[in-house]
């Protein structure tokens, strides 16, 4: 899978810029604030319909027009493929495929696989749940677009029940708002057992993938095992969810579910989250990224698009030469300010992009 050209107008700080790309390096350098992470922020949006950035639409509009049109060119099992995304200034968004309108994000994804690799990715061990939720869900979304849906209806379904729990824990609530709440918890039932199921089978293929790769970093050092943490078990949701009902009305949100799960990283069986040294935390993240990638080959026959943001300043020399080391049959985005000669020597093919002021010069 490759990305062979970009074409924007009024993306970002960038009025107009058409561009066509190596099919195995590029490397785009530019001071920063000066448009080098909208180019494969563009791109990304044509693989999610979304940022990466941000979940403001409008925000990708440059300042002053009235939409945004991000297109590229490329291929995928030796078919090539045009994606175009529109915005306009109410954060519509009208998505195109091969010149034909697409009704829903699910057509789009795994139209163009691409995984990005930012300095915020590089804190996903010590951050939030939620983060961590919202790396696998982007994840699984790509390789297989039913979860995706699945995890709409659920999110949709969750935030129906939980304003009419508000409603309930008002005096005199009627019966009929609880009648209501027996469909919820049966479509929450329904779509949260999907996603357990689903996510239970990704992270055990990404903890075995991402095991291999950690175990080369540390050079046989350190043993990674990732775990899925299921707040509820998918074959016992439903019952679950009924016994915690009087409780969620009680404190005013549901408990149980999907939403409320999370993902545990052990180094030589000792918990990284808690007691992982930064570069053992940073060498995780790098490890899940490039595991990503082989499970993208795995699961599609051919490799993801990778993204790499302005990463490399934040990775130490050994862990910046594997990574690059590691990558050679990907197709790279890689955003630098400034270009490290001696780590990039052996870069035999590939294109360099200089970026000013939302120009290439």
Known sequence: MRVNSLKVKNFRNYSELEVEFDCKRNIIIGENAQGKTNLIE?????AFARSFRT???????KIGEENCNVSVEAVSEDIDKKI????????????????????????????LVVVVFSPDDLRIIKDS???????????????????FEALRNYKDVLKQKNSLIKQLRAPGSESKMRDMLEIYDMQLAKYGSEIIKIRREFVE?????????????SKGRENLEIKYVESVAAENILDEIINSRERDIYNGHCSIG???????????????????????QRTVALSLKLAEIQLAEMILGENAVLLLDDVLSELDRERQSYLLNEIEDVQLFLTSTEVNSELLHGMKEGKVFNVKSGSLV
């Open 84 to 111: 175009s995304i529109t915005i306009n200034n109410r954060g519509k968004k009208m998505i195109k495929k091969d010149n034909k309108f697409l009704g829903r994000t699910a057509e789009l994804l795994n139209n």
């Open 205 to 217: 293929m990404l903890s075995e993938k991402a095991s291999k790769i950690q175990n080369n970093i």
């Open 55 to 61: 979940s403001n639409s409008t925000d990708l509009i």
């Open 42 to 46: 563009a791109i990304y949006l044509c």
């Open 258 to 280: 999907p939403h409320r799960d999370d993902l545990d990283f052990y180094i030589n069986g000792i918990d990284a989250k808690k007691f992982g040294s930064q570069g053992q």
């Open 129 to 147: 749940p939620e983060k961590r939720r919202n790396f696998i869900d982007k994840e699984i979304s790509q390789l297989r677009p039913s979860y």
